[in-house]
């Protein structure tokens, strides 16, 4: 087989790599991480182990969050200069939920080629598994780590019909499943991924309330790297679910304040919809509206 691809000089190469098995990568990347002059890894001796395997010797720098702004501006220089750089992470492909945007961003700023090598994404490797919708899905990434922002979060996306899928950390695991349950409710179906293409692949469905106590029930099941991923609230639930303690607290403020106020600030505390709560309190208070 013969391959087109030598590297282009002033070009930078956005090359995924494996998720776990180290086969999981495409001949074009092989080839294209062999020619270029110099190979912008997240993690360099986390990386020397894959270009090992496959006999490349490309020299590496490293690229990760933490110089990401300094390393872009010499690399667009060196680009300049008319060499080919690739740019890969730990896993998977670059920018996805990886470093590499600015550097990408600065590449296209000064009218610079910026090719990519396609293959392994942890997220669409679950999709394509998942057996949930895939006709419309909504990428969210990892959540954010404080309980508080990540309940809000989640409430914000209680509603959305498309398929959501998120990467989280075993740590976290347990504690995410469980607010899902309670804030997507617990028949809402997900589907958790764990070390896709490695030793202890495992890929488990049912609805979230079932599938946290799954999770909590063997620690073995924690470990690892996980994509959750949550089928899309229905029309109809996506209506009728109210978040329980912003009904709380409207019902609270509703003591003091007409249902439209109390509905306002319970939808301002908790990130509750609005109209929802206010159509809520209005359908159970028997009682005449204060304005
Ligand atoms: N750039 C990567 C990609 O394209 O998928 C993602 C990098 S992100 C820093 C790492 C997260 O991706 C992990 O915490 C996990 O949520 C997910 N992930 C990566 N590899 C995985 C695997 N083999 N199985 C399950 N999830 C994986």
Redesign the pocket.
């Known amino acids: 087989m013969t391959f087109k691809t030598t590297s282009l000089p002033g070009t930078l190469y956005v090359v ?1 790599t494996p ?2 098995n180290l086969a999981d990568i495409t001949y074009r990347a092989v080839t294209v991480l062999g020619t270029v002059q110099l190979i912008a890894a997240e993690d360099t001796r986390h990386s020397i182990r894959l270009l090992q395997h496959y006999g490349i010797n490309t020299p590496c720098i490293a690229l990760h969050e933490h110089n990401e702004q300094q390393q872009a501006k010499k690399l667009v220089e060196r680009l300049e200069g008319g060499i080919s750089i690739a740019l890969i ?10 470093p590499g945007f600015h550097l990408v961003n600065r590449v296209h700023e000064q009218g610079l080629q910026v090719v990519p090598i396609p293959g ?7 999709l394509s598994v998942a057996g949930l919708p895939v006709d419309r899905f909504c990428f969210e ?2 959540l954010p780590a404080k309980t508080g922002a990540r309940r809000k979060r989640l409430q914000a996306l209680r509603d959305e019909m498309r398929t959501l899928i ?4 075993p740590h976290r695991i347990n504690a995410t499943l469980q607010q899902m349950s309670e804030i997507f409710g617990g028949t809402r179906q997900a589907v958790i ?6 030793t202890f ?1 495992t890929i488990h469905s049912d609805n979230l309330e079932k599938l946290s106590a799954w999770v909590a029930a063997d620690s073995n099941r924690q470990r ?5 991923l949550v089928k899309g609230a229905e029309k109809e639930a996506a209506s009728s679910v109210l978040n329980p303690e912003a009904r709380r607290i409207a019902e609270i403020l509703s003591a003091e304040l007409s249902s439209r106020q109390a509905a306002e600030l319970a939808a301002t505390i908790t990130g509750e919809k609005k109209n929802r709560l206010y159509r809520y309190m209005i359908g159970r208070s028997p009682r005449t509206e204060r304005h």
């Open positions: 995924a998720i776990g992470s730990d896993a998977g492909t670059p920018l996805i939920s990886d392994a994404s942890a997220a669409l490797a679950a990434g990892f998120f990467y989280e950390s991924a764990r070390e896709l293409t490695k692949e690892g790297e996980f994509v959750l």
